[in-house]
């Protein structure tokens, strides 16, 4: 069984939803991706991405098979969300060190 590394991002937003929804929906033209409500979802070739969208901000986290797919995946949410909520001046999800999960 191989094992399941794990990150996740935060972002301090009160535009959650609009930028999980933009998200969902740009990837959605390369890759399946899903909205629903205050949850998204997004399958990369190399991971995961679950995202939900709250009062509070964005929260993504990450899943694939080695901590490299996970330094693949976390600038890709990075990059977009920089163009996204370039209002905001973001740079970058305040992101969890990769872990192993059960």
């Known amino acids: 069984m191989t094992a399941t590394f794990q990150t996740v991002g935060q972002f301090a937003t ?3 939803r609009k930028y999980m929804t933009q998200l969902c929906k740009h990837f959605a033209h390369k890759v399946p991706a899903e909205v629903e409500g205050d949850q998204g979802h ?3 070739a190399m991971g995961t991405a679950k995202l939900h969208a709250d009062d509070s901000g964005l929260t993504v986290q990450l899943s694939a098979d080695s ?3 996970l330094a693949q995946m976390r600038p890709i949410i990075d990059d977009h969300l920089t163009r996204f909520a ?9 992101w969890s060190a990769p872990a192993a999960a059960d």
């Open 42 to 44: 997004v399958t990369f």
């Open 14 to 16: 009160q535009n959650a």
């Open 67 to 69: 901590e490299a797919a």
């Open 86 to 94: 370039f209002r905001e001046d973001f740079l970058s999800m305040n």
